[in-house]
C-alpha cells in the first residue's frame, strides 16, 4: 500500500510538471465531460491525487493495526478502481494507461496480500497490541 501511495505521488507530481511544462493558463481542459478553465482542471486533479494517496496511506496504517474492516474497504476500493480502469468512456489512451496500471498493480498486489492464509491469521483474534504482554509472560 506504501508502493501504492508512492506510485500515485509520482504519477501526480509527474502529471504537475508536464501540464506546467505544457499547458497555458489560459486553456481549456475536458474534465469530466466539459470543458473548464485550466486552473480548474488542474486543481481537482492534484486533489483528487492528494485524496489517492491519503486513502492508500489510510488502508496502509489500519491494516497494519490488524483492522478487518480495512482489509474489506482496501478490497472494495480495489474493485472501485478496477471499474474506473475499464469503464472509461473512451478508449484508454496509451499513456492513461501508463499512468493507471503501476497503480493497478499496486493495488493487485495489496489485495493478493490482504487475502493471503497468513494474513487471516493477523487479522484474526486478539489484536496483536493487546497479545505482546501475555507472549512476555508466558516467556518467563
Known sequence: MY??????ALTLLISIVSLAFFGRSGA??????????FWVAVTVGV?????VIALWLWMARATSRGRSWARLLSTVLFGLATLELVSF?????VLGLLFWAPTWLAGLGAVWQL????????FRGIPHDRA????????R
Open 89 to 93: 468512456s473512451e478508449a484508454p489512451s
Open 28 to 37: 481549456t481542459l475536458r474534465l469530466a465531460g466539459s470543458s473548464q478553465p
Open 132 to 139: 505482546r504482554p501475555a507472549v512476555a509472560k508466558m516467556q
Open 3 to 8: 508502493a501504492g501511495a508512492a506510485i500515485t
Open 115 to 122: 487475502w493471503r492464509a497468513a494474513s487471516g491469521v493477523f
Open 47 to 51: 486533489a483528487g491525487g492528494l485524496l
